[in-house]
């Protein structure tokens, strides 16, 4: 597990063995943990804005002992991680380039709000915004990401730059907005809270609605389907679930 101090002193290493000038931006838990949002993190997580980047980074961080986890890539999360590593207590340093999860880029608005945490020895590192934050936090539903996203919520989000940066990177392809919304939908359920602009995520759903999941709203009771999808939608989600346990 790494706390502040183990982030800030992995950051550290990397840069002191780097060769080339490289900048990453540092997200999840390793950037709520130097934001002082969570105690530790389990896994670091990396994005960088090239695969040269990349090969650059690859040797310090095997200097560092660590191993690339080939097992992981059978996770969907990690089909596009260019590199997944993990330390000898099971820790996991994950690089991605450009995308997460194949659904949400680093766009250069989502660069432009990072700040600059540090740059050690040739390692230049950039916090992601919170409100980026809190949308990679929307991607999967792990109790320990809700949890998160909780404690982003309480330490204060623009919602116009969510709701921005949602439609902003809307494409063909583009199923996060849905599972956005259904984080916030296990938000209030787990934290027994209302989430005001919850409606207005929803709203962008609506207007996408023949792009949504088939899984769209898994893990919910039918109960709560039908307390956090308007009527006009509750049927098409109902049987698409229910096909989904048939199979």
């Known amino acids: ?45 990396f994005v960088v ?39 000898a207590s099971g820790s996991r340093i994950d690089f991605f380039v450009k995308t997460v999860s194949k659904q949400l880029a680093l766009s250069e608005a989502m660069r432009k709000r990072s700040k600059e945490h540090a740059a050690s020895g040739n390692l230049k590192v950039m916090l992601v915004s919170n409100e980026d934050l809190f949308l990679l936090k929307s991607m999967t539903d792990r109790p320990q990401d809700v949890d998160d996203c909780l404690a982003l919520l309480e330490n204060g989000l623009d919602w116009n730059v969510i709701l921005q ?30 989430i005001p602009e919850k409606s207005e995520v929803f709203s962008i759903c609506a207007e996408n609605w023949g792009k949504r999941p088939e899984d769209f709203m898994w893990g919910l009771s039918k109960e709560q389907v039908r307390k956090h999808i308007p009527a006009k939608y509750q049927d098409e989600v109902l049987e698409s679930l229910k096909e989904l346990e048939r199979r």
């Open 49 to 87: 804005m090239s695969r040269k980047d990349l090969n650059e980074l690859k040797p310090s961080l095997e200097q560092l002992g660590l191993r690339i986890d080939e097992q992981l890539f059978k996770d969907a999360f990690y089909q596009d991680a260019v590199l997944v590593f993990q330390d």
């Open 165 to 194: 940066e949602c439609v902003a990177q809307h494409r063909q392809d583009a199923k996060w907005v849905f599972w956005l919304y259904e984080q916030l939908c296990r938000i209030e359920e787990a934290k027994n809270l209302i």
């Open 1 to 45: 597990m790494y706390d502040k101090n183990g982030v800030t002193g992995l950051l550290e290493k990397l840069g002191s063995l780097l060769k080339s000038k490289v900048t990453v931006y540092l997200i999840g838990g390793g950037n709520m943990s130097i934001k002082g949002l969570k105690a530790v993190t389990k896994d670091v997580d």
